[in-house]
Nanobody, 111 residues
Framework: QVQLVESGGGLVQPGGSLKLSCSAS????????MSWYRQAPGQEREWVAS?????SYTASVQGRFTIARDNAKNTLYLQMNSLKPEDTAVYYC???????WGQGTQVTVSS
């Protein structure tokens, strides 16, 4: 079955960096567009970035976050730099075709 497993979250100070990973299985990863979403406490889940035929970002992370993939490893990445407290959220990876979410990984930006 289609499965996504995120990792790499944690506690980081403002201005710091984290790299999230999403390990995919159960489908042909290399041929599918993939996305990162996040959900802060009390807020709706919001789109962060996508990678497919092109790459796109939500405005609030443009220039700070980088989405990438390694098709040989069936893994999606999100490099997050210059982190801000408002980036605090649970981060999820998502496959649009199979409409499947991972379990999420917590990112907390705080001093």
């Amino acid at each position: 079955q289609v499965q996504l497993v995120e990792s790499g979250g944690g506690l980081v100070q403002p201005g710091g960096s984290l790299k999230l990973s999403c390990s995919a299985s159960g489908f042909t990863f290399s041929s599918q567009s993939m996305s990162w979403y996040r959900q802060a406490p009390g807020q709706e889940r919001e789109w962060v970035a996508s990678i497919g035929l092109s790459i796109s970002y939500t405005a609030s992370v443009q220039g700070r976050f980088t989405i990438a993939r390694d098709n040989a490893k069936n893994t999606l990445y999100l490099q997050m730099n210059s982190l801000k407290p408002e980036d605090t959220a649970v981060y999820y990876c998502y496959t649009h075709v199979y409409k499947t979410w991972g379990q999420g990984t917590q990112v907390t930006v705080s001093s």
